[in-house]
């Protein structure tokens, strides 16, 4: 069976170029990428192993398993791994010029990932050598530079929308009163990996998990929950704190259809919200009110503009609406942003949050979310994914707007 190279060489000799311009500004002598998405990200596969990057010169993609499949995935040198108790040896054989410098030498890492055990192990072995070296955080690095998508990236995002888009489509006659959430969320990921989706959207955050996407309908969708964002759900039980339950969709109340899809490893994200019949006259205002957030950010999304400031617009919006208390979730509960950057992960950067002063550049890519939760009632809201471009925020989700009345 043929395996090749998915994403460009070109692309990949570019990013390892500006992570090593980035390593000589901040000082770094070295990065030692260790999660599987950062190692994506900068050689092509998703072996398991670790990339080590110099700040001159050529990397090397150390693999575990599979070293035949890492071959012919990656634009990097690849090496067997070996034992991993010599790896530190390894790479001051492999890279003398850098472990033997005189001056202690500094390695940038993804801390923000890295098991603190192995953290503790890899620390101990870089530096069992002559020299003192050490282990920097040099994650932000990586994320701002993941910020800004490529013209090969963007196409993946959108080949993702698409598929949502036509999945959603083709789901919607069987959400019908009655059925269960657990249900149609099935039919709804059946349609979504006939079309190409991996089964999974990847989250860099602590302990953060999800699925496809969340489905809920009425007070379900307003329980709260572990999860890091404006809805929760019932789920199916405390195992899965979260997302969809056994409950059946009733009539005059509000579905929030969540959706993600993950093409080649890329992601969309949007939110529609459904009735079947007619929504109650709060929740009807509600939704409005999150449509015009939506526009409004729409408005402001442009290169330079700080996603603290268009978070804060929001929250003066859904105030003056009489809705602050339900924005974004409800009481302690309420997440604390408008929007969170999409590319490989679900909770890239930037994000339209307080405190976030990054500027938005070209070629960012950010899903904004205005929801509001009603407890007791149900969460409505409306989410849609955008590219930066130099006129403005160019929407990439390719469902309709609009609340879908069944």
Known sequence: ??????????????????LQETMRSEGLDG??????????????SMQNGYLFVPCEGQPAFYVKRSLWRAEKEASVPVQPLGSFKAFGQRLRDDFP????????????????????????KLTQLIAAGDGACSLIDGSGAIRRMRMVKSAWEIERIEAAAAAVAEALEAALPALQEGVTELAWMARVEYEL??????????LRGYNQEIATGMIMAGASAA??????????GLGLGSAFPQNVSRRPIGRNE???????CCIDGYIIDQTRTAVIGQLPDELQRAYGVAESILRQAEQSMLPGAIPADIYNAAVKLSEAEGLRRHFM?????????????????LDEWPVLAEGFLMKLAEGMVLAVEPKFTLPGQGV??????????????????????GLIVL
């Open 1 to 18: 069976m043929e395996i090749r190279a998915d994403v460009p060489a070109e692309l990949i000799a570019e990013r390892i170029k500006g």
């Open 31 to 44: 990065f030692l990428l260790t999660q599987n998405i950062d190692i994506y990200y900068f050689c092509g």
């Open 97 to 120: 010029s850098l472990f033997g410098a005189a001056r202690p030498v500094r390695i940038g890492a993804d801390l923000d990932v890295l098991p603190a055990s192995t953290y503790m």
């Open 193 to 202: 990996r006939i079309r190409g989706h991996i089964g999974l959207m990847r």
């Open 223 to 232: 329980v709260p929950s572990c999860f890091d964002g404006p809805a929760g």
């Open 254 to 260: 509000p579905i929030l259809i969540d959706l993600g």
């Open 329 to 345: 979730g409800y009481g302690a509960d309420q997440a604390k942003f408008l929007g969170h950057g999409i590319g490989l992960e």
């Open 380 to 401: 409505v809201g409306i989410e849609n994914s955008y590219l930066v471009t130099d006129k403005g925020a160019s929407a990439l989700t390719k469902f309709r707007d």
